[in-house]
């Protein structure tokens, strides 16, 4: 089939190359030239494990073009994809203008029968807002369907996940045009649900919606066991066994952040207001993840005296493992919180320092954790990349000046901190200082 997909961000890319792997024409589109011409050269824009040969051997075998030209672009297609940023405004509504610059677009240059696929995370009713837009802006009278099928990929694991999804979820105005996307997807053999346009589109954010609840829940629960002396490490997993619980999403920590669940959180609860329903869980969701942060840094700046005149390393940028991405990510405020008490800032991730630079040019950054530790008088570990999981305490006690550890997601075993001199500060602890979790803990 012919594709064309509008966006080549985390979703745009990764959609696009996926479907010509899968042996489709695909053509990604962008309206930033810079993003292009580099894919085009093969340099990828973001870092996501798998792109780059996936791309390039695409590219080789001439099913995977990249443009700046929308119009061409839709005149050779068949589907069309949308797939760019819905970002939010201050009032946590979504703004949906890139949607309704790429539908403009697509209503100008559409010269025969498209079928539009809505892929970016958008409020519901916003297929019934293409719709409009693409029937007031086209310039002939020809036939479109508009079809919901929003996306789950997680950054870090994006091919794996749109190469072998939980679900797949397609809302369609009626069954012939499900059946066209159906179609695109079926060598994927994975779990399909057909439903109506309004209810795809509600499925995306009440996914996200729950996943940031379960994390805010297991962050308030952190928060009682620190005071109630119990250690949230073992109550969380001892709930997620449970399996109609389950462990994913289930951690505490320093809250979470990335480029969805801040925004589609917010979003849903501003349409749930103007839908007449406050929706007071998903609002104390957020309000918990509002307020992790803060009583992790509160932490920090007791445990220091101060955050003035110190020096912290500061190990983690991205919002997550595996990702190059820094939307909404707690080093963002923790690196702020730092700098505005008067501490000095040296940083270090796997691969999103470039990105940090961009916000905070004015910190150190170093080339490994252990450069960055050097005469520090605190680490604050804040996500919980694999190479920080086993790192050797020894080591990073030897080349720091100070003795604490501030761990934004419980990676380490405090007894054993305590052991390498350390004084640790996790979250939702409360005994894990005297060991008595740790040593019951069988895994
Ligand atoms: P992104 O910001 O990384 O990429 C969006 C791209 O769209 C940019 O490259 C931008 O230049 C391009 N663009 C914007 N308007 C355009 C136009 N009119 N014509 C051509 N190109 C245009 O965004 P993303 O992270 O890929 O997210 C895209 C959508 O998918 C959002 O709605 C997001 O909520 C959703 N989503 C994201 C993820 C994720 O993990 N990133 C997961 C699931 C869903």
Redesign the pocket.
């Known amino acids: 089939m012919n594709i064309c997909v509008?966006?080549?961000?985390?979703?745009?890319l990764i959609t696009g190359v996926v479907f010509s792997d899968l042996g489709n024409e695909v053509v990604c589109?962008?309206?930033?030239e810079e993003?292009i011409a580099c894919l085009r050269a093969g340099i990828m824009p973001?870092y996501e494990p798998g792109l780059e040969e996936m791309v390039g051997r695409n590219q080789d075998e001439g099913r995977l073009t990249f443009t700046t030209d929308?119009a061409q672009a839709v005149k050779k297609s068949d589907v069309v994809f949308i797939?760019?940023?819905?970002p939010p405004k201050d009032n946590g509504e979504t703004d949906l203008s890139?949607v309704e610059?790429?539908a403009r677009?697509i209503a100008g240059a559409m010269d025969r029968y498209k079928v539009i696929v809505n892929?970016?995370?958008?409020p519901v009713g916003t297929g019934d807002f293409v719709r409009e837009i693409i029937e007031t802006n086209r310039r002939r009278n020809v036939e479109f369907d508009v079809v919901s099928n929003?996306?789950?990929?997680?950054?870090g694991s994006?091919i794996q996940d749109t190469l072998v999804p939980d679900r797949i979820v397609i809302g369609a105005p009626n069954q012939v045009v499900a059946m066209r996307i159906l179609e695109l997807y079926a060598p994927l053999e994975r779990p399909m649900i057909i439903t109506d346009v309004a209810s795809a589109e509600m499925i995306k954010y009440a996914s996200n919606a729950f996943l940031a609840t379960k994390i805010s829940f297991a962050n308030a629960i952190a928060n009682i066991c620190e005071s109630a002396g119990a250690d949230v490490v073992q109550v969380v997993k001892g709930m997620g066994m449970d399996t109609r619980i389950g462990q994913a999403f289930l951690q505490a920590g320093i809250g979470y952040g990335g480029?969805?669940f801040p925004?589609?959180t917010r979003s849903l609860l501003h349409t749930a207001q103007k839908l007449g329903y406050p929706f007071p869980l998903l609002d104390a969701a957020i309000a918990t993840n509002d307020e992790q942060p803060k009583r992790f840094i509160a932490k920090m700046e007791d445990a220091l005296g101060g955050f003035e005149g110190k020096q912290v390393a500061v190990l983690g940028l991205a919002f997550k493992a595996n990702t190059d991405?820094i939307r909404d990510a707690k080093s963002l405020d923790v690196i702020a919180a730092l700098l505005a008490g008067g501490a000095s800032v040296v940083a270090y991730d796997p691969i999103a320092v470039e990105n940090t630079k961009k916000v905070f040019p004015q910190i150190a950054y170093a080339k490994n954790a252990f450069d960055a530790a050097h005469d520090a008088d605190a680490v604050v570990v804040v996500t919980e990349w694999n190479e920080f999981k086993q790192i050797n305490l020894d080591r990073l006690k030897e080349t720091m000046k100070g003795d604490l550890i501030f761990d934004g997601r419980n990676l380490y075993d405090p007894v054993k901190m305590k052991r390498c001199g350390f004084r640790y500060v996790c979250v939702g602890r409360g005994n894990a200082a005297n060991g008595v979790a740790a040593a019951q803990s069988v895994s």
């Open positions: 509008i966006g080549t961000g985390y979703v745009g589109v962008d309206k930033n993003k973001i929308l797939a760019v940023g819905t890139q610059a790429a677009g892929k970016s995370t958008v929003p996306e789950f990929l997680r950054e994006a480029s969805c925004k589609d991405d």
